[in-house]
Nanobody, 125 residues
Framework: QVQLVESGGGLVQPGGSLRLSCAAS????????IGWFRQAPGKEREAVSC????????YYADSVKGRFSISRDDAKNTVYLQLNSLKPEDTAVYYC??????????????????WGQGTQVTVSS
């Protein structure tokens, strides 16, 4: 059973940090790229970050550059997204998704094959 499970979300004050995890089961991540997306109420799901495998390459949306950092630990079959300097506008459900080997060029949701159920991140005073 192919499954992705996000964890690490929660309530944090502006300027705070969280570390999100995306754990894979039913398959191994070593040949798969992982993308992170987020969706706020009433808004479209948007790409946040991505990390490839093999010749490792990363992507960050302009809105999170310099604040978020993506990494992978294939031995643990897990990808992480470190969220720093959080802002209220970062509040959303964060999803991880996977596709074969490399991140897509368009970062579209339709480019990814498997999705997790999401983890809530709330940034508020």
């Amino acid at each position: 059973q192919v499954q992705l499970v996000e964890s690490g979300g929660g309530l944090v004050q502006p300027g705070g940090s969280l570390r999100l995890s995306c754990a894979a089961s039913g398959f191994t991540l070593d040949k798969w790229a992982i993308g992170w997306f987020r969706q706020a109420p009433g808004k479209e799901r948007e790409a946040v970050s991505c990390i490839s495998t093999g010749d490792i390459n990363t992507y960050y949306a302009d809105s999170v550059k310099g604040r978020f950092s993506i990494s992978r630990d294939d031995a643990k079959n897990t990808v992480y997204l470190q969220l720093n300097s959080l802002k209220p506008e970062d509040t959303a459900v964060y999803y991880c998704a996977t596709r074969w080997f490399r991140c897509s060029g368009s970062h579209g949701t339709s480019d990814y094959d498997y999705w997790g159920q999401g983890t809530q991140v709330t940034v508020s005073s």
